[in-house]
């Protein structure tokens, strides 16, 4: 399995742009995470799905973020629209079973600059 | 929210020597992870220990468990200069929360 696909890896858009994040999660995975991460937060969790259906978009943001898993081996995370202070490295992971029953595979992150 | 908190922030230590970071939680748990996160990169699996157990062994990595403390150790034994990262504990309990991580140098 080539792991947890997302893309793009780096994305610079000009504020008020929409920008949409792909992640392709590990076949037969049931479980799909939205990570942000940054030097002043941290680690972030913005939604978790459990198959295919959200179960906790409590870290959302507001509405201009929202995510998407249509099937099980892709999912969306989008942002319109974009601003600033939305620059930082988001990451998709997914696992097996329920949320934190076993170890995530994260992806390689897009890197996403708001200028 | 769950999370884990990591103890020392940043930590810098000879090739050789170990390496020992602690995590701090605060309800009960059903398991510990750790995982890795080299610069530029996505966070790595390293291990997870269940609330039953009290010390787990991967390769040069040991984890322990204290329950009655709420409280985890990793232990990298014989550290090399590729073990450098940032390390992150998360504990579990149906949800998932990571910490600010600890910054691990390993000089040469």
């Known amino acids: 399995d080539a792991g947890v696909i997302q893309s793009p890896r780096h994305e610079v858009t000009e504020m008020g742009q929409e920008v949409t994040l792909r992640c392709k999660p590990i076949s037969g995975h049931n479980s799909l995470f939205w990570y942000r991460q940054t030097m002043m937060r941290g680690l972030e969790l913005l939604i978790y799905?459990?198959?295919?259906?959200?179960?906790?978009d409590s870290g959302m943001p507001e509405d201009r973020f929202s995510a998407k898993m249509p099937n099980a081996s892709f999912s969306t995370l989008k942002i319109q629209p974009s601003e600033p202070r939305d620059s930082a490295v988001y990451f998709c992971a997914s696992s097996l079973g329920d949320r934190g029953s076993y170890g995530y595979t994260f992806g390689s992150g897009t890197r996403l600059t708001v200028v | 929210s769950q999370q884990g908190e990591e103890d020392p922030q940043a930590l810098s230590i000879q090739e050789g020597e170990n390496a020992t970071m602690n995590c701090s939680y605060k309800t009960s748990i059903n398991n510990l992870q750790w995982y890795r996160q080299n610069s530029g990169r996505g966070l790595v699996h390293l291990i997870l220990i269940r609330s039953n157990e009290r010390e787990k062994h991967s390769g040069r990595l040991r984890v322990t468990l204290d329950t009655s403390k709420k409280s985890s150790s990793l232990l990298i034994t014989a550290s090399r200069a590729a073990d450098t990262a940032s390390y992150f504990c998360?504990?579990?309990?149906?949800?998932?929360?990571f910490g600010a991580g600890t910054r691990l140098t390993v000089k040469p």
């Open positions: 799905f459990n198959n295919n259906v959200p179960i906790d």
């Open positions: 998360a504990a579990n309990n149906n949800d998932m929360r």
